[in-house]
């Protein structure tokens, strides 16, 4: 074992992992510590990977039910969750397999499962949980990626609620799902859940203390979003839940109150599952305050290019929190690796507002880039361009005719600041959209690309020229 390392980074999430490859490549010596023991972090275990894998299941049920669309007749079809369950942990168990070989072929890198806790600005200490040893080495440059953990509410009964591991953690998902659930929260992982449940079979209610769900994100979205889900889940807005008690029926009542007229509220449920929100994940024997590393409560305080107030002490991730999504940690984690290794010569910086946002619910949600509130709020007048998704030939094939996709263009630079949509094929028309506002494009240029027929790409160069 080394006793000092060009770079030691703590979680091995896709804050982590990408500047600890990119460094070690380079040649320069990495030690990289996480207590899962391989790479993904939540993302992998309880997160995106397997919530998307579920998410697939539930749509394919969904499109089983509609095949007569399609002249097609289906029978003896079942949904069992725990063929689901395998399944979805066939696809966590593949990712693993492939990350250890990641791990073993990398020259420079040393990985151990464990737990690392900073010492001063330079040092480290280690508890490797594998050989049951601790040590301490130093280090040139650390990146702090602890990534976020699940938010609590001070509510009484909340210990009991479910939250994202019990449906999608690794071996350790619950092994059936409830007749009926209340899901606590109408963020993108409440309404995802939500989504993917009922077309399960769940009947469901989601509980939003906001007055609509998704917030933050175009009204036009949430509207869409809304109006179509709402009409097989039941969403109940501007409510603040007070209390959970199980009752003598084995079920749950959720006791809140209208945050308009203080009304109390009162919904039954065999679960609750709670999706309040997600916090930066910064324990105290992380020693932040023992090594003088600025935070508050929405994380620890990074610049651009990830530099805490200490500059070889970087902070890449959830645990910024200035974009909670896999792909921005990976894009944070890249611009550590460029910083370390070009130094003052990199000339890249991280933007949350180009960062995709997708929602995996039936409709899909796209959001990049500022809607036309987020640009009034920055004193930019913007006008916004739409066209209907179900006017496009794949949306036609594919029978899915409902939302829209819009084009957010700043007014004084012609350049295009945002696109927000719902429907068909809405998560992977994110990628290109994320390329436009990247890009600073105008709809002449957007408009001059050639997108695949039949795809519902189509809609993003016919929309910019119509603009
Ligand atoms: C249900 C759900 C669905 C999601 N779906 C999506 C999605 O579809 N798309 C998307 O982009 N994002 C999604 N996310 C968000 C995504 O999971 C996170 O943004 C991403 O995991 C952040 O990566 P990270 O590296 O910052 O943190 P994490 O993935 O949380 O990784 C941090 C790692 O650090 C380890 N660690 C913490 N402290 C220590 C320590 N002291 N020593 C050693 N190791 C430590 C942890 O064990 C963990 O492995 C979802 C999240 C949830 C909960």
Redesign the pocket.
Known sequence: MENHYDLIV???????YPAAFRVAKSGRKVLM????GNLG???L????VP??SVREASVIWHQIAGVGFFGMEAQGTQADWSKIRDYKDGVQARRYEQHSKEIAGAANLTFIR????LQDASHVAVDDWDRQSSFTVSASNILI????EAENIPIPGFDQTWN?HDL?AWKDTQPAMPEDIVILGGGY?GVESASMLSDLGVKVTVIEMAPAILTGMDQDLVRAVADSLGKRVKIVTGVQVDAITPNSGHQYVVKGHSLADGGSEEFLASRVLAAVG?QP?L?KN?NLDQVGIEYSRHGIVADRRMHTNIPHIYAA???NGQS??????VRMSEIVAQDILLGEAMDDFFNPWEMPT?V?SRPEGLAVGMTREHAAARGIAVTEHTRDMGSEAWAQIAGELEGFIKLVISRSSGRIVGVHGVGVDASALSAAAHMAVRMGLTPAELGRMTFPHPTQFEILDRLARSV
């Open positions: 703590i979680g091995a999430g896709g804050g982590g510590v996480d207590e899962k972090g939540n993302c275990y309880e997160g995106c919530s998307k464990g737990q690392a806790h990626a602890t990534g976020s994202h999608f992982i997600r994940s324990p992380l991730g959830d645990v909670m999504l896999f792909h921005s940690a997708t995996f």
